[in-house]
């Protein structure tokens, strides 16, 4: 396959001015007409993107010229003497066939489009590349009984009846645009209309549309829309730019959504809402979704990429807004927890396996496989650098003139990081070793405290794993001391050093490490004192420091940053946890050490902190951050410490957690608001662990059967999965007939079957394959059974015959043929093979070449496969 480098890249030889679109829908034979006014740049012949096209005809200027048009898989080519002119092509297309998902295809009986990366050559012959943009005109026309609705990118500019029962609209979008935002719906939706008023007193339409059984369940989205649109007004200073914005939701869907210009289309998951079915986490994952597409319609859609090599330019930007955006409406703390959790546990790995790449990628097969957490979540923590380190001021600054140099424009990191500089008259050229550079930065530090001068330093030393070239990275330190009691200390850095310690208050400091080795000195320094570093996990590295058991427990309590208090406590959890994994490999008796006990016990005892920090300090580690910690993951052996830890903690705190956990049940109407949902996140902690002492089991019982909202009633029933409770088969039974017609709680009771780590979990999991509500052509559904046993069910995957391997290998054989991006994302557990043991490598590389050999294997999953492997 085709090898695209960043290196080759070549402005286009054309530029298309403008476009009108016609589309006659048709569910097997959709007719496209497209007429682009198009203008030579440079030599050569005019070569345009194509796959899986019926060509009909092609008119140059009006003239039919087909034949000579040279057609092959990717494409065509014509050699085009003329310097302006009008192409017109005519092509067909069957939606009803596209399983891929990508291009125009049917869901639930409806049209609609997913064109980024490079899915609008499935639509027609284009220039399929994001440095291409042009103002669009589409018209629509189709069967009115079967399409009330039909939507295009822009604003409504024509619309009426034609004959044979059909009609038709036209949409005209004055923004210029490359085609990866085109977007089409029609079907028979149902919408709610609500307004926004800008800040400079436009009236903007603000529609969602649905399928109608969804109507009743759209009100968090239109209301998290709003905040997005006044948030961005108010902290970014963007308003909107057309006189409508419409949200799609449907069923089929790759991946959560898209930003199409002036018409996202989202998957339902990232819309629907209301308290009995949804998740506190799905209410927050539909503000935050619904934050992130709306915010690209300035970085991205205003302001888009060169080529796909810098689409970290607007995916890490705009998850750093969208993060913002949550923090804003939320909490700060404990947004930047999760997001540290969400990227140690998935990035990191990423980053350590084969598939490692940097933020901006240097090559790729298919791009569809490089929207990863690398270049979306790494991708933000970098963006986030340039905020710590030029504070809220310099970075709007910069986003300022980014705005007023590239408003229209395609372009690249660089220049992103020039307007940056440029804003705050500062140099940034060294943030570019973030951009090339693969792998997760180590960050020893070490201190070295001199008793007579009472000085003390803190050396550090960077370095990337498996490159001794490397070139030392911008990092910004967050950094405090506290003396042996816990009290913050005055933070005096020594004349050589106050150059790169930059003070944030009299306690908190921001060290700015740019060598590959080196120091700071603070004067003044009490005996003992205990450094708190890379406070708000300001870089994204893995610090290595030696830290006593003493001294976490002490930031875990005493700390001034919540993310340094949360990390001290996790470290102390996950050291139990690896020693008792030592302990258990070796058949030795190992007790929990009674300082962590403490620590636990005064942090849930401790009324003045937020409930969800509490809670998010007191959840163990993850299960795979812990196999991270270890060159071959034993995972039979860390489930097991893992689960003993989580007895120990509830049995050391049964009355406290009782207590807490009474404190908590609340049973006002659900609301999605900061405090209760900080409340229900402490209460089912607590009920996590009185779920494992079985005379709570009817207290475990008691809040499924109350029914009172999708969150509770959840936390409830995976307890009870969990620790086999004798009630537990009966309650999945009962919420599958009350849940069987909606999807996205069907999805649930799929993940939570999957997820359940037994004995018998692949045989669950294999039963679960052949249910009827089960299918392969439902993104989501394939994610909640088989995305989630590959990834979270650890026991079941890796069992130690193989039979978990397998069943995921055929299952993927099976899906490549229908939706090979689904397919090659389902790869991503067996990418890791070289962390287990030698016979489950074996297995694993076995199943990946068994799915590499496979007749017709897709470039998606060809990619990932061959990397792995090789
Ligand atoms: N830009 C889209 C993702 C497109 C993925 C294409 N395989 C959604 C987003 O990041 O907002
Ligand atoms: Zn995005």
Not at 392 to 405: H, V
Not at 476 to 484: Q, R
Request: hydrophobic share 40%; with cysteine.
């Amino acid at each position: 396959p085709h090898v695209n480098y960043l290196k080759d890249y070549q402005p286009s030889a054309f530029s298309i001015e403008s476009v009108y679109l016609e589309f006659e829908l048709s569910p097997l034979a959709t007719r496209v007409t497209n007429s682009m006014q198009m203008q030579r740049q440079a030599k050569g012949d005019l070569r345009l993107d194509g796959e899986n096209l019926k060509l009909i005809s092609v008119l140059l200027d009006g003239e039919e010229v087909i034949e000579q048009c040279q057609i092959d898989e990717a494409g065509l080519t014509l050699a085009v003497a003329k310097e302006k002119f009008t192409l017109r092509i005519v092509t067909e297309i069957e939606p009803q066939n596209n399983t891929a998902l990508e291009g125009l295809y049917r869901t639930s009986d409806n049209y609609c489009t997913q064109c980024e990366a490079e899915g609008f050559r499935k639509i027609t012959y284009y220039l399929d590349r994001p440095d291409v943009l042009s103002v669009f005109t589409t018209k629509v026309i189709a069967d009115k009984s079967e399409n009330r609705f039909l939507l295009a990118n822009g604003n409504l500019v024509d619309s009426g009846d034609l004959d044979n029962g059909k009609h038709f609209a036209v949409w005209q979008d004055p923004h210029k645009k490359p085609c990866y935002l085109f977007a089409l719906v029609a079907g028979n939706l149902e919408k709610v209309e609500d307004t926004f008023t800008t800040a400079d007193g436009r009236e903007v339409k603000l529609e969602i549309f649905v399928e109608p059984r969804n109507i009743e369940k759209c009100e968090h989205a239109m209301e998290s829309l709003k905040k997005s649109m006044k948030w961005d007004e108010e902290r970014f200073g963007l308003l909107y730019d057309l006189d409508i914005f419409m949200i799609v939701a449907v069923d089929d869907f790759n991946m959560g959504a898209m930003e199409n210009k002036g018409l996202n289309v989202f998957n339902s998951k990232f819309v629907l809402a209301k308290p009995e079915t949804a998740t506190d986490i799905d209410y927050e994952g539909i503000e935050a979704v619904i934050g992130h597409e709306y915010f690209h319609n300035w970085t991205g859609n205003r302001v888009t990429c060169r080529d796909w090599f810098q689409l970290t330019l607007k995916e890490g930007l705009t998850v750093f807004r969208d993060q913002e955006f949550t923090a804003d409406m939320l909490s700060s703390a404990v947004k930047r927890i999760e997001d540290v959790r969400r990227l140690r546990s998935n990035q990191f790995p990423e980053d350590a396996g084969p598939m490692s790449h940097p933020i901006q990628p240097q090559s790729y097969i298919e791009m569809n496989n490089f929207y990863t957490m690398t270049v979306y979540e790494k991708g933000a923590e970098v963006v986030r650098l340039y905020h710590t380190l030029l504070g809220e001021t310099g970075f709007q600054k910069g986003m300022q003139l980014y705005f007023e140099r590239h408003d229209g424009q395609a372009v690249t990191v660089q220049d992103f990081r020039n307007a940056m500089a440029d804003a705050n008259g500062v140099n940034l050229e060294q943030m570019h070793n973030w951009y090339v550079q693969s792998g997760t930065p180590n960050l020893e530090v070490t201190r070295n405290y001199d008793a007579v001068t009472q000085k003390l330093t803190i050396s550090c030393q960077q370095s990337l794993p498996n490159s001794d070239d490397f070139q030392p990275m911008l990092m910004p330190i967050g950094f405090g001391l506290l003396d042996k009691e816990g009290e913050p200390v005055t933070l005096e850095p020594t004349f050589e050093s106050a150059a790169n310690v930059e003070l944030r208050s009299d306690t908190h400091a921001v060290l700015k490490l740019t060598q590959a080795q080196q120091s700071f000195v603070f004067e003044d320094v009490p005996a003992d004192a205990v450094p708190s570093l890379l406070r708000g996990f300001s870089a994204p590295v893995k610090l290595h420091f030696d830290y006593s058991n003493q001294e976490l427990a002490l930031l875990a309590a005493k700390d001034e940053d919540s993310f340094v208090r949360w990390e001290a406590m996790q470290t102390l959890l996950l050291r139990t946890v690896q020693a008792k994994v030592a302990a258990l490999q070796s058949c030795i008796d190992y007790q929990l050490p009674s300082e962590v006990i403490e620590v636990a016990r005064s942090l849930l005892a401790a009324k003045e902190i937020d409930p969800a920090l509490v809670a998010m300090t007191l959840s163990l580690p993850e299960l795979g951050y812990i196999g991270e910690q270890y060159e071959v993951v034993d995972v039979d052996t860390i489930y097991q410490a893992h689960s003993w830890l989580e007895a120990e903690l509830a049995n050391h705190m049964q009355g406290q957690w009782l207590d807490v956990y009474h404190r908590c049940v609340n049973d006002a109407p659900y609301q999605y608001d900061k405090a209760q949902i900080a409340e229900r996140m402490l209460k089912n902690l607590a009920l996590s662990y009185l779920g494992v002492l079985s005379e709570h089991q009817s207290l475990v019982l008691k809040q499924y059967q109350a029914q009172h909202n999708m969150t509770d009633v959840l936390a409830a029933l995976k307890t009870m999965l969990k620790h086999q409770h004798p009630r537990s088969v009966e309650a999945l039974q009962s919420f599958y007939e009350r849940w069987q017609d909606d999807n996205l709680v069907i999805d649930k009771w799929f993940t939570l079957q999957a997820q359940t780590q037994n004995d018998h979990a692949l045989q669950t999991t294999q039963a679960l394959l052949q249910h009827k509500d089960f299918s392969l052509t439902n993104p989501n559904r394939v994610r909640s059974l088989l995305g989630v046993f590959s990834r979270l069910n650890l026991v079941g995957f890796h069992r130690a015959d193989g039979a978990g391997y397998q069943m995921c290998a055929e299952q993927i054989m099976q899906l490549d043929a229908l939706n090979p991006q689904i397919a090659a994302r389902l790869l991503g557990p067996f990418t890791h093979w070289k962390r287990y043991d030698e016979k489950r490598q074996q297995m694993m590389r076995n199943a990946l070449q068994q799915i590499l050999d496979r007749k017709g294997v897709s470039k998606d999953v060809y990619e990932i496969a061959s990397k792995s492997l090789a």
